[in-house]
């Protein structure tokens, strides 16, 4: 199973429409994706307030690319997004069975 960590910071004074975009649409939308095995969503903090973050467990690879094509490693983002964020980063990790 893969681990993708998917960091995002808004743009100044665009919290909240990216809130209402996050728990409205990207909330719904991972948690109806084939391949996905669990997600956490992070809303921003005091001390980080433009911060939001998905924690995602996938099956495989496979099912990764299926839902964000062969360059997997960029940080994709909806068009409906674009003009709230300032910045995103991924990472991937092997997920460790315990």
């Known amino acids: 199973m893969i681990i993708r960590i ?3 910071v808004t743009r ?9 975009f996050f728990h ?5 939308l991972m948690k109806g994706t084939k391949g996905i095995v669990s997600i956490i969503p992070g809303a921003p903090r005091e001390e ?7 924690v995602m ?9 299926a ?14 997004e674009a003009e709230l ?3 995103r980063s991924i990472k991937h990790y092997d997920l ?3």
Not at 12 to 20: A, I, N
Not at 67 to 80: N, Q
């Open 85 to 87: 964020v300032e910045s």
């Open 24 to 28: 409205e649409t990207a909330i719904p």
């Open 57 to 65: 467990v996938w099956e495989n690879l496979e099912a990764l690319k």
């Open 6 to 8: 998917f960091q995002i």
């Open 67 to 80: 839902f964000v094509g062969e360059d997997y490693t960029s940080p994709h983002i909806d068009p409906a």
């Open 12 to 20: 100044p004074g665009k919290e909240e429409e990216f809130g209402k």
């Open 48 to 54: 980080s307030p433009r911060e939001f973050s998905f």
């Open 96 to 98: 460790v069975e315990t």
